[in-house]
T-cell receptor, first 114, second 110 residues
């Protein structure tokens, strides 16, 4: 497809379960970002990849959060031992340039932890 | 740290003009972005300002004053489909990370 895709679109997890969220960026895009968006708030930066290198993970809330982009295209955000406060929409964005001017966002994965 | 403020909600009539203000205090500045986000959908890029002044793009315009830490997004000839959240975002002292405000929900009434 032409845009950024994410799967699943909705995920319900029981507290303590592990989840994996997938992002397919626009083909050829160098930069990839993950954001967390709580209800009624703006997106909060989680982590940034340039190709396969994770250059910034300063926004990851805890060591339960882990992201990877092993071949410089598809990325996975993994959350271990989910907690209720992890409930949010997780947005992925990509950009053609190193640096991220004009980021193109995916539709997000809505995670609900019960 | 980054501090970005914008009003929570605004209401306007179809065909009217609405101005959404954004003030920011950030460590460094490398550009200000406006995004539109319809409920349950992805944010979509509207505008980018890095120099002072007004950028016009169809019905939407964006203004920046770096010395005042201030921007606004102007929406003209409002249409019902413009009802959405509008997000102000600043790129700070690196060249990739965006810090977003909480968003302004604009409701357009007939």
């Amino acid at each position: 497809g032409a845009g950024v895709s994410q799967s699943p679109r909705y995920k319900v997890a029981k507290r303590g379960q592990d989840v994996a969220l997938r992002c397919d960026p626009i083909s050829g895009h160098v930069s990839l970002f993950w954001y967390q968006q709580a209800l009624g708030q703006g997106p909060e930066f989680l982590t940034y990849f340039q190709n396969e290198a994770q250059l910034d993970k300063s926004g990851l809330p805890s060591d339960r959060f882990f992201a990877e982009r092993p071949e410089g295209s598809v990325s996975t955000l993994k959350i271990q031992r989910t907690q209720q406060e992890d409930s949010a929409v997780y947005l992925c964005a990509s950009s053609s340039l190193a640096g991220g001017y004009e980021q193109y966002f995916g539709p997000g994965t809505r995670l609900t932890v019960t | 740290g980054q501090n970005i403020d914008q009003p929570t909600e605004m209401t306007a009539t179809e065909g009217a003009i609405v101005q959404i203000n954004c003030t920011y205090q950030t460590s460094g500045f490398n550009g200000l972005f406006w995004y539109q986000q319809h409920a349950g959908e992805a944010p979509t890029f509207l505008s980018y300002n890095v120099l002072d002044g007004l950028e016009e793009k169809g019905r939407f315009s964006s203004f920046l004053s770096r010395s005042k830490g201030y921007s606004y997004l102007l929406l003209k000839e409002l249409q019902m489909k413009d009802s959405a959240s509008y997000l102000c975002a600043v790129r700070g002292d690196n060249d990739y990370k965006l810090s977003f405000g909480a968003g302004t929900t604009v409701t357009v009434r007939a």
